[in-house]
């Protein structure tokens, strides 16, 4: 067995965030010489499970193996005919890691280091295109690059979330949110701390907010609140007005 060759594959593996428990499968099947072989690991993430299929092949001489795809499914609650389902190439060990995978088919956005044709690296949110697809049926990839104009620290900084007022909490949700993931914050509103998730949201150049359970709130939702209170101020300073115009002036007669 070629244990340098091995030895990446795992080291891939583990970058991936697929871990190392597939570790003692592949090195059977890379003992036995396999022309071509799968593994198979289910993942949870948000309290949802996600099934992975990675696909090994040999090269010509099958002295060394390589790792270039694995689909992705998140099973349907009652109908297996409604799972979903992906497929994610890797590109020497690097791509979509396992969890980005997820978030993707979920529906947000992922911030990646890319490559172009002539191998130059470049950076850019991607998403999943539901409305176009390839032959096999496969989303294709939407590309929002950095002339596009999306800046997600400006976008977030001055909305009330607590966690961008100091360096630390500041990075720590940047990276989060570039990883896809909807991440829980805190917003202050009219003096009151709310938790919401939210997530970054590059194609309308804004983010999205959750609910507790992951459930994507209408912006006039979260506008209710301030709604509310201006229409209380306008009430009170309605009634303002009604109770002077009432209000006989003074030295003013009055009818009898």
């Given amino acids: 067995m070629n244990t340098q060759n091995a030895d990446f594959l795992k080291k891939s593996l583990l970058n991936l965030g697929f871990g190392e428990s597939l570790n003692a499968e592949l090195d059977k099947q890379i003992a036995a010489r396999s022309p071509e072989f799968n593994l198979q690991t289910r993942h949870e993430f948000n309290q949802k499970a996600i099934d992975y299929t990675l696909h090994f092949k040999a090269g010509n001489e099958q002295d060394m193996y390589f790792f270039n795809r694995y689909d992705a499914k998140i099973p349907h609650e009652n109908d297996p005919a409604k799972d979903l389902k992906q497929s994610f190439f ?32 470049y950076q850019a949110w991607i998403t999943l295109d539901k409305d176009n697809l390839t032959d096999k049926g496969n989303m294709k990839l939407k590309h929002y690059h950095e002339n596009y104009g999306y800046d997600l620290k400006k976008v ?10 100091n360096v630390q909490g500041q990075e720590n949700l940047l990276r989060s949110l570039k990883k896809g993931n909807a991440q829980q914050v805190t917003v202050t509103q009219d003096g009151n701390d709310t938790k919401y998730y939210i997530a970054a949201n590059p194609q309308f150049k804004t983010i999205d907010f959750y609910d507790s359970n992951l459930k994507k709130i209408k912006r006039e ?21 009604d109770v002077l115009e009432k209000k006989p002036r003074k030295n003013a007669k009055l009818k009898v």
């Fill in 90 to 121: 890797i590109n020497k060990g690097s791509g979509i890691t396992a969890k980005e995978a997820f978030n993707l088919m979920e529906g947000r956005a992922v911030h990646k280091q890319l490559y172009n044709l002539e191998g130059q690296k």
């Fill in 156 to 165: 977030i900084s001055g909305v009330g979330i607590k966690e961008m007022d």
């Fill in 221 to 241: 939702a979260l506008l209710e609140p301030e709604i509310k209170t201006n229409d209380r101020l306008k009430i009170s300073e309605q009634h303002k007005e």
